[in-house]
């Protein structure tokens, strides 16, 4: 895809913004070759995990808690869970790291996968043990309301917010609701009060719509 | 259930959606899996989609606690089991949330590679009688369900002293690895598989991943690998495995 010449600036001449331009390129090919040498580690220290390799791992842990860890406090929010999630997952990655197969995917992709799944286990257990033990008055439903704060108020997420925010809003509520408030579809439907189907649709719709945002123009 | 019913249940993918946002039923799930097994399609959207939750957790990033990781790596070394195991055992469900009930499936998995391993050269009768006396919600009952399917396939790589056999399934993403007779390493080597694509002139080999012997037996299942109608081939690298071959090869299908 052709990039759209920029307007000249008066204050501006060619030879500064050449050389803006070669940053920029500079930056991304440096950025891109982070990634690249990132994604390299870790496939080593995943073998080497595999092998049993205690200092491999240690390594392996710092690079990708931070990923766990991210995911398990916007889906539990709750700090103490978080960090229990943390600690399951982590051990999880630990007995399954001979079973990883670079040619099915990236490790970062593999890890969220496994953190994202045990954040909404956890979760969902916990709203159902809840629903057991606890009066009515103390129910602790995650609405969409709440979700959408939250999301809202977290500066971190940056660039993700704004491509959230960019979704139609329908599609931006299911996706909410099912990704941080750990909602099953069905449970997304009855709170946004549309059919199953549409559901399903919102949500397929609105990830495609953020792999776009996300994935492709990254 | 059959195909037919798969497809009913999911007419189209949009549901492909909720599957990656994990915002299906386990009952769904399992369905929703077994119809990507069979639908090249359906599995391409999901890795797609796949990328974008990739994307979304990294700009969630918060950097945990050190005590959590004081935790992990002591829980690690005080269970000098756990990385064989794995290595023995790769048809693991992604359910397990304690130690404690790490450790009892540990013991339910021992039982069920040591039946894998005695049962050799009858697997798929015996896996199918073991298919119905275990529960269905068991780790085990995926892997006896898998190994009783008739479309399973069956690779024998044999040299002069051992033999190996890699059974794979049309459906599945294992590669179940059964024999003997092959020499023991020392703990600075390994056994390594290898599936290089038979219809790519120079292709290089693609890594299933690394075994070692138990007892001198063959019991492992690892990752069948996305190459299409493999030669299949084993060679000794150095402890971790490598992304390539770099030592002897031992064994390699006919």
Redesign the interface.
């Known amino acids: 895809m052709a990039i759209p010449a920029k307007k000249p600036d008066p204050d501006d001449d060619a030879g500064s913004s050449n050389l803006k331009a070669s940053s920029l390129a500079q930056d991304i090919r440096t950025r891109e070759v982070e990634r690249q040498e990132r994604s390299e580690r870790l496939v080593m220290l995943l073998a080497l995990a595999a092998d049993g390799n205690h200092d491999a791992f240690s390594e392996f842990y710092d690079l990708v808690s931070p990923i766990v860890f991210g995911i398990a406090r916007r889906v539990l929010v709750d700090r103490s869970l978080a960090e229990e999630t943390l600690q399951d997952v982590m051990l999880e990655l630990w007995r399954q790291a001979p079973r990883f197969d670079q040619a099915a995917g990236s490790v970062t992709g593999w890890v969220s996968t496994i953190a994202h799944r045990r954040a909404v286990d956890r979760v969902r257990s916990e709203q159902s043990h809840r629903n057991r033990h606890e009066a009515e008055a103390l129910k602790v439903e995650i609405d969409f309301d709440s979700v959408a704060e939250a999301i809202e108020g977290d500066f971190e997420m940056g660039r993700l917010r704004e491509a959230l925010t960019d979704l139609p809003a329908a599609q931006r509520e299911s996706i909410l609701l099912a990704y941080f408030g750990g909602k099953t579809y069905r449970d997304v439907a009855a709170e946004l009060g549309i059919a199953e189907g549409t559901a399903k649709t919102r949500i397929r719709d609105g990830l495609q719509k953020l792999r776009f945002a996300l994935v492709e123009v990254g | 259930m059959t195909i037919s019913d798969i497809g009913d249940k999911f007419e189209n ?6 599957f ?6 386990p009952d769904e799930r399992e369905t929703f899996q077994q119809r990507m097994g069979v639908d090249p399609d359906l599995r391409s959207e999901v ?19 050190p ?3 004081d ?3 002591s ?3 005080s269970e ?1 089991q ?6 023995e055992s ?1 048809v ?1 469900s ?6 404690a009930v ?1 450790s009892e499936r540990r013991a339910i998995r021992r039982g069920s590679l040591a039946a894998l391993s005695a049962m050799a050269a009858a697997f798929l009768v015996i896996v199918g009688f073991v298919a119905l006396d275990t529960p269905s919600s068991t780790v085990d009952d995926q892997i006896a369900a898998a190994l009783a399917d008739p479309m399973a396939s069956v690779e024998v790589l044999q040299n002069e002293t051992g033999m190996l056999r890699v059974i794979t399934l049309p459906n599945s ?1 294992d590669a179940v690895l059964v024999g003997s007779g092959l020499p023991a390493l020392d703990d600075a080597q ?1 056994y390594q598989l290898w599936a290089i694509d038979s219809a790519v002139e120079d292709a290089a080999p ?5 075994f070692d012997l138990s007892d001198g037996e063959i019991r492992a299942i ?2 069948r ?3 299409n109608d493999p030669v299949w081939a084993v060679s000794i690298e150095p ?3 490598s ?1 390539q071959p770099t030592g002897e090869i031992v064994l390699i299908s006919a």
Do not use: F, H, Q
């Open positions: 993918n949009d549901a492909a959606g909720a990656v946002l994990n915002a299906m039923s890795d797609e989609l796949r990328k974008v939750t990739e994307a979304m957790s990294l700009y969630l990033l918060e950097e945990p606690p005590t959590v990781k935790a992990v790596m829980l690690i070394l000098p756990l990385d064989r195991i794995a290595s790769t693991v992604e359910d397990l949330a304690t130690v790490l993403e390994t693609v890594s299933a991943g690394t690892l990752r690998t996305s190459v402890a971790g495995g992304p």
